[in-house]
């Protein structure tokens, strides 16, 4: 009799306990396939870099040698091209962020109106965006020579210039700023538009019969509905600017000198052309966990923000 | 009352005079491109800059043999569908599990997959490459594929995981307890009614692939290069000089096609770039 019980309970722990592997396994078959890939294409890589930052890489047998330690860390930090090229990616993000947000939200207040066009004028504003950015930048490499350049050519009307835009170091980070926000600045004002259509129109009709002139419009109410939008997108202009090489390979190739080497083309060249793989290895960890700790700061950043009533 | 509504109208005018100002500067470099992409040598090089002229296929049918554009353009069509078929069905399946499967640790693997978001592509490029050469696999296909998988998946994946929680609970419920597994209800009832969000994922993440050029060059040598890296070695040249004809009929045979698939799924393209911030 007791013993009956006790099978009967075995069984039913057992039958449980495999519907439970069963259960477990059918909700991570839904995880298998993008785990694996990006363990093996994203953590993997990763793990075999940092293990190849910290070890002198053998050129012979294309592997990572013997342990060194900290080593290839000191040698980067005390290498000055390494801090030059974190500082001209510093001063692009300083530049061509705001920049792109005040434009795009700024073209998009300007424009902001119901009229029949809009349809159009959304379908034309994406296309800049989905132009190659290697192509972006050869393009402008063309539209911006100094000799035969249209750029020059229309400013010209001005009286401004003609400008040397590759051969002077800040006139190249200009136009690696002005590349990047030609591409950029439509798909802001694309999200600015259908932002400001969501805001609350009730508010603006209040003030206006409180006799709120436009800029206090602007100040007191507007910027501060917008803000979690700013914020997200200045997230999304983040995550695509830390990326920034396309542009400046077709461009600049990081010049004059090295003007507008970012670090990422740094890399690649410290990486590919000079084969100093450990030394690359190691910059490329601190980059990445520099901007994995900034993209987590903003993340969180605007999180709050929107969550704030 | 009329000065007020003639006010009104003027601001209206003005706002689409501005409208279409931003539109033409936005548009000018790619106008501009095209245009170049059919002018004779001697018509580029003019100064000032000429917009009539006799046109010419001649970059089309010449300039850009070097390129090897037919080539690379069948190359960067098999990695773009590839990389864009696998990331699709891998980053869909996980997106459900994301929105509908209570898994424990969702919330790391949602915040794992935005922060990978942020990793440069030349952080992962040094050790592709290093892993690729020993394993034999660089100047392949399938090592690009696989490669752009990294930045396509957490894409999908944030893109449907949204979709699928805005769709309707009751749909998989109920042909699960008529029975059919997960798995099950997910081919038959999720999939076919997500087709069209499946369709522009695809096709935006087919863009995605098409434009990259980190991962290309330092992956493939020949036999796998891509358009982009025509590009670039183009716009490198420097010791042929400005080689502007080749440079526009090449910018312009990488732009065309995804211009036109861009506007096929606009709304969901901007949506896909915006959402990785704004939602989660």
């Known amino acids: 009799m007791t013993t009956e019980t006790t099978t009967y309970r075995e069984r039913r722990v057992r039958s449980l306990a495999f519907a439970r592997i069963g259960d477990f396994a059918s909700r991570w078959t839904f995880m298998l396939p993008a785990a694996i890939i990006m363990i093996a294409m994203l953590a993997y890589p990763i793990s075999y870099m940092t293990q190849i930052s910290f070890s002198r890489f053998d050129l012979m047998t294309f592997s990572p040698g013997e342990w060194v330690g900290w080593d290839n860390y000191a040698k980067v930090l005390a290498d000055y091209r390494f801090w030059s090229s974190l500082r001209v990616t510093a001063v692009y993000l300083v530049f061509a962020l705001p920049l792109q947000i005040i434009l795009g939200f700024g073209i998009a207040y300007l424009i902001h109106a119901e009229w029949r066009g809009r349809g159009l004028i959304r379908g034309l504003f994406i296309i800049p965006m989905v132009v190659a950015p290697v192509v972006a930048g050869g393009i402008w490499r063309m539209m911006l020579d100094p000799l035969w350049g249209i750029a020059n050519y229309f400013l010209g009307f001005f009286g401004i210039g003609p400008f040397d835009w590759f051969g002077d170091p800040n006139l190249a980070m200009a136009s690696v700023v002005i590349i990047d926000t030609w591409r950029w600045t439509p798909f802001i004002v694309l999200i600015a538009s259908a932002a400001l259509l969501s805001l609350p129109r009730d508010v603006f009709e209040a003030a206006e019969i409180d006799g709120a002139n436009w800029w206090q419009m602007l100040c007191y109410i507007a910027l501060p509905l917008l803000a979690p939008i700013i914020a997200a997108t200045f997230v999304v202009r983040w995550l695509g600017a830390v990326k920034m090489f396309d ?63 | 009352m009329t000065t007020a509504v003639k006010s009104f109208r003027w601001g209206r005018t003005i706002r689409i005079w501005v409208g279409a100002l931003a539109c033409l500067t936005f548009l000018f470099p790619i106008i501009w491109m095209v245009l170049t992409s059919f002018k004779q040598q001697t018509d580029i090089f003019t100064s000032p800059p000429t917009f009539i002229f006799a046109p010419t296929l001649i970059h089309y049918l010449e300039g850009i043999r070097p390129a090897e554009v037919p080539h690379r353009l069948l190359n960067t069509v098999i990695v ?108 038959r009832i999720i999939v076919p009614i997500s087709l069209p969000a499946l369709l522009s994922t695809l096709i935006a993440s087919m863009i995605l692939a098409w434009e990259e050029l980190l991962f290309a060059l330092v992956l493939t040598n020949r036999n796998a290069s891509t358009i982009p890296i025509a590009m670039a070695g183009i716009a490198q040249d420097t010791v042929n000089g400005a080689n502007w004809g080749a440079l526009t009929a090449v910018g312009t045979i990488t732009v065309v096609p995804v211009v036109v698939f861009a506007l096929l799924v606009q709304k969901w393209l901007i949506q896909g770039m915006a959402d990785g911030a704004t939602k989660g």
């Open chain 1, 247 to 309: 542009i400046v390979l077709s461009a600049t190739l990081g010049g004059p000198g090295a003007a507008t080497k970012v670090i990422n083309l740094f890399i690649y060249e410290e990486a590919f052309r000079s084969l100093r793989f450990a030394e690359s290895s190691a910059m490329a960890v601190l980059v990445l966990v520099g901007t994995t700790i900034l993209t987590g700061i903003f993340l969180w950043g605007s999180r709050r923000l929107e969550n704030e009533p």
């Open chain 2, 80 to 187: 773009a569908v590839g990389s864009g078929l696998l990331s699709v069905v891998a980053g869909a399946m996980a997106g459900y599990a994301l929105a509908r499967i209570k898994i424990r640790g969702a919330g790391t693997i949602g915040v794992l997959m935005l922060l990978s978001r942020g990793v440069p592509p030349v952080a992962l490029a040094v050790p592709m490459f290093l892993v690729a050469r020993k394993l034999g696999l660089t100047d392949k296909h399938i090592t690009l594929i696989l490669a752009y998988c990294t930045f396509l998946i957490p894409y999908v994946m944030w893109l449907m995981r949204g979709f699928f929680l805005a769709l309707p609970k009751e749909l998989e419920e109920a042909a699960m307890i008529d029975g059919c597994s997960r798995l099950g209800a997910f081919f």
